[in-house]
Structures are given as structure tokens and as C-alpha cells.
């Protein structure tokens, strides 16, 4: 187990100081132990040897625990802004290779030929979850992939 990937560096802190305020958006507030089993809850429902998540979603706390949830399970995520269009929605999520989506409801027919989660605001934590997840993963393991507009 490597203790220098995001999410063990995080889990450090929530052992630390469990009730310290992590995030929180106009909807929510989370600590840093809510958002902790809030990603264990979402990464228990992503199938197994995922290995790239696409993310349509508004920014949002969800959207952060969907982030930890994915890198808990050692894939790595592909972030995407809803009001991109259709077509480089498309696009970007075949060139990235994605397997999975997580987004919320509102945006479920944006890509529909890819299985998915929805998530959307107050999704329900569940606190009987345990942190069982990928513990192979690698410091230099893919994170993320990140397109831009080409502009810069």
C-alpha cells in the first residue's frame, strides 16, 4: 500500500480530524469524515476493473466525492463541463477510452451508449462503508485527463 497517493494523504486527515468542515457548496456542507464515506459509497457502486470515469456533472461536493471515489478505486478520472457540446462530449469521452460515467440526472442523455452512475444533490452517505478499495495503486498511476480548448 502506497501512503502517497491523493486519497491516503486525505485519509490521513479525516483520521486526524474527522469533524473538521472539508467542502461545501450552497446545498451542503460536508466533513472530512462525511466526505470520505460519501466517496466509499460511491465507489462501492463503480464496477470492478473500471479503469477511466467520465464525470458530467455541476460542480458540486457530490462532484468532489465522485473524484475521491474514483481514485479510491484506481482509475482515473475524466472531468467534463455539461454545457460542452454533444458532439465533443462524445468525442472526448471516446478518445479518453472511458468505461463508466458518473453524472447527475439532468444529464444522463448526453452519453447513453456507456453505462453509469447518477448522482445528484444530498446523495445519501452511507456510513456503514469501509475503505476496501484498490490498495495497489501506484504514486505515477494515471489520476486524471484533463482537456482544455487548445487556445494556450
Known sequence: MNNN?????????????????????INRKLTRCELDKL?????????KNTKRV?????????????????????????????????????????ESEIDFIITNSKYVDIVTDVKGLKIDTGYSINFES??????????????????TSGTT
Open 5 to 25: 497517493v491523493i486519497y491516503k494523504i486525505y485519509k490521513t486527515k479525516v483520521i486526524e480530524e474527522p469533524n473538521t468542515l472539508a467542502l461545501f457548496d
Open 39 to 47: 466517496s466509499d459509497t460511491i465507489a462501492m457502486q463503480l464496477p
Open 54 to 94: 467520465g464525470i458530467i456533472m455541476e460542480h458540486s461536493v457530490e462532484m468532489i466525492a465522485a473524484i475521491f471515489a474514483i481514485l479510491k478505486i484506481g482509475a482515473a478520472y475524466v472531468p467534463v463541463e455539461p454545457f460542452f457540446p454533444k458532439e465533443r462530449i462524445k468525442f472526448m469521452m471516446k
Open 130 to 147: 469501509c475503505d476496501m478499495f484498490n490498495k495497489n495503486i501506484r504514486e505515477n498511476d494515471l489520476a486524471y485527463i484533463l482537456y
